[in-house]
């Protein structure tokens, strides 16, 4: 078989279409993620307290809407593949159910989630005023969770499509908003009085109601290549929705697993003390710039996998795959060896604290090392998915979590005591792991035999 080295560079078209998806998917990735980093940076100024306050509230409320939006993954997958067979009809079908079912499940997520919110946040243990401060943080955002969800799943049909950049520009707005609002909202300017965290939390909500309805725009207009008829008298269509929670359920253990590890170790993390979990939290905004290039290939990864696979074309599963494997490492490399050189340089964006600026900083240039490590995993994780396999990055990302992360951190910071760099030393541990055990998954090629038994032997 011909070698697929630098396809990305060798092959015009492959390199087209690569491109063309994943650059909108990973501006639209950290553009969202830019949201939690614009609301850090401001309330940051405000002192530790709010910092730390803000960080808590916001990883429980997107902690939460990533795991519901997980269902998308189904979604984007049906869609995708649907679209590669020529199924017109199908795929409005699968965007019509998926909306309806982003309404009902965020409905029954946000009063649940209001519920609970006081008893979940004295779990971690925090400070009185960075509890009290989370929990107004909290009470806000969870009264747009439905808003939240169904404009993600909108996003993961459009992904499904190929049609990124129609995310990229609702994400594009959605920060212009937040940005404006936060600034006004937790500073204050002219009438309005600064109204701190809760002013975060407002102008995050802000935004992500015009951003649904931008999307609804888009959705119901008949725009970006997907015509949705929707009634208020439609009702669930059940074997839809079934395929939906088939490959939506193990992304949702997938990402509820990555969600819970993320609490567990802020709730080992808050042992540390407010300094050292500040300075976490700055990292991991820093670590995001990286980590959204990641999610945005592996976004398009399993796009264009995925049609490639309802076309039933093996060479250009192969090729997809290969192409943005290659992307995903040359842009997470880049950004890798930039956190290394230029750490508390970057940590300054967020903080104006010397001694958080200072610890971050460390934190951020062992972050370094683990970029090319998450860019394997994310890429080929999101190959596994659209080719129809979302067990086996389930079934990773639990044994990585469950039998190596927790309970090395729970050692290190409970038993030995020892300091947030060896946390962050596990973490690319973590991350190497996961890795070698999603190469081994992809060199073998079973899932492309699941994915395109017949048309293999053919071929």
Known sequence: ??????????EPLIR???FKTALPAMMEMILYMLIGVVDIAIVGRLGAVPLAAVALGAQ??????????????????LVAQAKGAGKRLEVSRVAGQSFMLAVVVGIAAAVLGLWLAEPFVGLFAVEAEVERLALLYIHIVF???????TLYIINSVYRGLGRTDIPMTIAFVV???NCAANYILVYGMGPMPALG????????????VVGLVMACWYFFGGRGGLKVKFRLSERLNWPIIQNIFRLGLPSMGEQFFLTVSGLVSVFLIVFLGTTAYASHEVALAVESLSIMPGFGVAIAATALVGQAVGARDRLAVQKMARGSLELAILLMGFLGVVFFCFPQAIARIFTNDPVLITLAGSLV????????????SMT???ILKGAGDTRTPLYVTTLATWAFRIPIMYLLIKVLELSIAWIWVVFVIDWLLRSLVFIIVYQRKRWLYRALGSELEAG
């Open 175 to 177: 920060n212009i908003v």
């Open 1 to 10: 078989m011909k070698k697929l080295s630098l396809l990305i560079i060798k």
């Open 143 to 149: 009264s747009i969770l439905p808003v939240a969800l």
């Open 365 to 376: 240039r062992i972050a370094a090392f683990e970029q090319l490590t998450i860019a394997l």
């Open 60 to 77: 429980i409320f997107f902690g939460l809407v990533l795991l519901l939006e997980s269902l998308g993954i189904g979604a984007a997958i």
């Open 197 to 208: 965290v809760a002013g975060s939390a407002l102008a995050s909500s802000l935004a992500h």
């Open 16 to 18: 087209k279409r690569i």
């Open 380 to 382: 080929l994780a999101g």
